[in-house]
């Protein structure tokens, strides 16, 4: 488990939003009782007060996002104000995934590409006769065992459904492709995920109207008569679960999306306004202790949002707000370059260490080598004057 925290960092009078790696945690058990244990107990260690958590933020797997009982229900039943958002770039290969899996058309279609990215990455010969020849695939007979392989996965390839299904997914991934990579950006506010979103499930239903049916049958249609293939059609659905996956950004968005648009909060009328902070305050106590007064914030609001121009974000409000995971992500390609077969016996704190250097190195650019060596020779003198 790879560990990063999102603060607010003032210097100067100005306000920027900082986000840091700060290690790897090991992990022997995946319950959520473990990994909530694991979790406090490092925070503890790296004396982070939880209590001054608004944010947590996870791979949105079940075990971390549960509900009822998963590792963000552990965290915000000792703080309630620690708001769980789930990560929009992990939704939307969830959603995919839940595509993949509405029918046996498109588990088989992933099945088929499967066997045939194996096949081609087995050797590196077929690989580079694939890059080569990618247009017009020709396979070179090697041996009687390659060569029926090859034959069966040709077979499955040329039928009409297969070809169909390659036109289907093509139009579905190039519309979901690029907003994952946009998501996946540190600086993305949660209001402008939720539009693209809404935008995405109108792209994605349109797909399904009898226009947009028509025409990708006349595609694969063509491409089939380019292969020799029947266009004999078989129906085929993949779209699901959007809305499930995102109700909870939903939810979140709900509560701050007054903040996001600087031109709507300079015409809300005072009372409108008010309402909305009183119910942040609200959202925001927990028990005697509260972040903030919804009046005075209201006021403050106003002042602020009349001295600023209509078209700039409101960053330094609200992007500390957890809206992805991808720096998560990262850190673990990090991993696999730094323990490699031949650092394969580095022990945890080693490893961490190199990790931090490697991806903080903005950070580690800044530093002196006097202060390093202050810093060492502290830490290592004997006595103490």
């Known amino acids: 488990m790879t560990i990063i925290i999102r603060f607010v960092s003032i210097e100067d009078l100005k306000v920027t939003i900082r986000e840091h790696f700060l290690g790897f945690i090991s992990v022997e058990s995946t319950t959520e009782e473990n990994l909530s244990d694991v979790l406090l107990n490092t925070l503890r260690e790296l004396n982070i007060r939880l209590s001054n958590m608004r944010g947590q933020g996870y791979d949105n797997g ?216 009183k119910d942040l305050q609200i959202l925001l106590n927990d028990g005697d202790s509260t972040d903030i007064n919804g009046i005075e914030i209201a006021h403050e609001l106003k002042s602020v949002s009349a001295m600023v121009d209509d078209n700039l974000t409101p960053y330094e409000l609200l992007t500390f707000v957890i809206n992805a995971v991808a720096t998560g992500e990262r850190s673990f390609s990090k991993l696999k370059l730094i323990k490699t077969y031949l650092r394969s016996t580095m022990k945890s704190e080693r490893l961490c260490g190199l990790a931090v250097i490697s991806i903080e190195h903005e950070v580690g650019q800044q530093l002196t080598e006097k202060e390093l060596v202050d810093d060492f020779a502290k830490l290592k003198a004997r006595k103490h004057l």
């Open 62 to 277: 079940a075990d971390m996002k549960g509900v009822h009982s998963g590792v963000q229900r552990h965290i915000r039943n000792i703080n309630p104000r620690a708001f769980f958002v789930p990560c929009s770039a992990h939704s939307l290969n969830f959603v995919i995934n839940d595509a993949a899996k509405s029918s046996k058309e498109a588990a088989a279609f992933f099945d088929i590409t499967q066997k045939v990215f194996n096949f081609f990455s087995a050797s590196t010969i077929r690989w580079q006769i694939l890059l080569k020849y990618v247009k017009e695939l020709a396979l070179k007979p090697l041996n009687p065992m390659v060569k029926y392989e090859a034959e069966c996965l040709c077979n499955l390839i040329k039928t009409f459904k297969f070809i169909c299904s390659v036109v289907i997914w093509y139009n579905i991934l190039n519309l979901i492709n690029p907003i994952s990579k946009l998501m996946q950006k540190p600086n993305f506010d949660i209001s402008l995920a939720l539009s693209i979103l809404k935008t995405l499930l109108k792209h994605l239903n349109e797909l399904r109207s009898e226009e947009s049916s028509e025409k990708m049958i006349v595609d694969s249609t063509a491409l089939a008569m380019e292969m020799g293939v029947e266009s004999v059609f078989e129906n085929s659905r993949a779209i699901n679960s959007v809305n499930d996956r995102f109700e909870q950004l939903k939810e979140h968005n709900n509560n701050f999306s007054f903040l996001y648009n600087l031109k709507k909060l300079k015409n809300l009328i005072h009372e409108e306004l008010l309402n909305h902070c």
